[in-house]
């Protein structure tokens, strides 16, 4: 089983930054692929991005493509969403997520972070 615990919400004005990240402990030797999910209120989880273990594969839901960013750091097993340019719409609760595959179907991930929530204000 995979440990997964995010960091890095808050609140932020638009426009602004923030980044959040998610440790990965236990087996990760069985993780293919990571990935991060918002859920805003009333709305049903969204995918927002994912990387592979190697970081050479990355995808973006269209709605972050050119503002967020995944990467990853091999040494502490945590990766990274580096949002920019940030909009009272992108307001949700973030989640991380390990698979063995590399999905934006949040069925296929297998372990869950706590979720972060982020405050866009206009």
């Known amino acids: 089983q995979v440990q997964l615990v995010e960091s890095g919400g808050g609140l932020v004005q638009a426009g602004g930054s923030l980044t959040l990240s998610c440790a990965a402990s236990g087996r990760t030797f069985s993780i293919y692929a990571m990935g991060w999910f918002r859920q805003a209120p009333g709305k049903e989880r969204a995918f927002v991005g994912a990387?592979?273990?190697?970081?050479?594969?990355?995808m973006y839901a269209d709605s972050v493509k050119d503002r967020f960013t995944i990467y990853r750091d091999n040494a502490k097993n945590t990766w990274y969403l580096q949002m920019n340019s940030l909009k009272p719409e992108d307001t949700a609760v973030y989640y991380c997520?390990?698979?063995?595959?590399?999905?934006?179907?949040?069925?296929?991930?297998?372990?869950w972070g706590q979720g972060t929530q982020v405050t866009v204000s206009s």
């Open positions: 990387i592979n273990w190697g970081g050479t594969y990355t």
């Open positions: 997520a390990v698979g063995p595959g590399f999905y934006s179907d949040s069925t296929r991930y297998e372990s």
